[in-house]
């Protein structure tokens, strides 16, 4: 699904796949001041060591002739295509998720980004946003997306291209493009630029990521390359903008949507993103 970067050229090199399309087969690729605060801290202290790592580090979520990037991916109308697959649910529950992942759902979490693949092996997805008020979730939002484009696994590894399943927190942001007033830690910094040898389509892939924490060191910036359970394992699976097609295992949606959650996903309310196939998801 992503790829972010590595201590040296060839760490980068074997994290590149983890990112976004395949571009060799298909074509084509605490609080808002603390994260502004984070922002310039970040840029300042990590960009030259980002920066050397990067080329390789984001090529997996690049390459692709099929790519559209920015809003074009996502074409269905949210809740048009899988939706009424997805099981109701009482409101104290999100829907579509059974006992398994439920229960790992944090009890202090108030915000759930829900991730319902349409199968096992389908690069297809929704992504609904839902807040908790009292002891009811709510869905606040919903939108098309993509995710890995071999489809979703419950035991991930690099070069996969499928997606992990399970319940993750989102701790931190960044992108190409300046915080757009997001309440997670952004880091903003060029290192987020893709490979000037993927296709244009794929250039706004990249302009804001939300990093699920898989594989990584929470309270860092997304383009950190730390892999506590080993580079085998993958990593840098972020939440990042589509380019009409699957992705080397992150998920893919729209610029309003990103911005959407950049704004309102809120470390006080412990956010987590529930993510998998619609069967996987209710077992």
């Given amino acids: 699904m992503t790829q972010v970067t590595e201590e040296s050229t060839t760490e980068e090199n074997r994290q590149a796949g983890d990112h976004a399309g395949d571009a060799s087969s298909r074509g084509r690729p605490g609080t808002g001041a603390r994260a502004r605060t984070a922002t310039g801290a970040r840029t300042a202290a990590g960009a030259t060591a980002v920066a050397l790592a990067l080329g390789l580090t984001l090529a997996g979520c690049g390459g692709g002739s099929e790519a559209s990037g920015g809003d074009s991916g ?15 649910a009482d409101p104290t529950r999100i829907p579509g998720v059974g006992d398994r992942l439920q229960k790992k759902i944090p009890e202090n979490s108030r915000q759930v980004v829900a991730v319902y693949g349409e199968g096992e092996d389908s690069a297809e997805s929704t992504v609904k946003l839902f807040t908790k008020k009292g002891d009811k979730w709510t869905r606040d939002s919903g939108w098309a997306a993509h995710n890995g484009k071999k489809g979703w696994t419950p035991d991930h590894h690099e070069g996969d291209k499928r997606s992990p399943v399970g319940v993750f927190t989102l701790s931190d942001a960044g992108g190409l493009l300046a915080d757009p007033g997001a309440k997670l830690p952004y880091t903003h910094t060029s290192a987020f630029t893709p490979s000037p040898a993927w296709p244009k389509s794929t250039r706004h892939d990249f302009d804001h990521v939300i990093a699920v924490d898989y594989n990584r060191v929470k309270g860092t910036s997304p383009l950190d390359p730390t892999r506590p359970q080993g580079q085998s394992k993958g990593g840098s699976i972020w939440l990042h903008m589509d380019h009409g097609s699957g992705t080397s295992g992150c998920v893919s949606m729209s610029k309003s949507a990103m911005r959407h959650l950049l704004r309102t996903l809120d470390p006080k309310q412990h956010p ?8 996987s998801l209710e077992s």
Avoid: E, I, L
């Fill in 74 to 88: 996502a074409k269905k109308a949210a809740g048009s295509s899988g939706d009424t697959t997805v099981r109701a």
């Fill in 272 to 279: 987590v993103v529930v993510m998998g196939d619609k069967a």
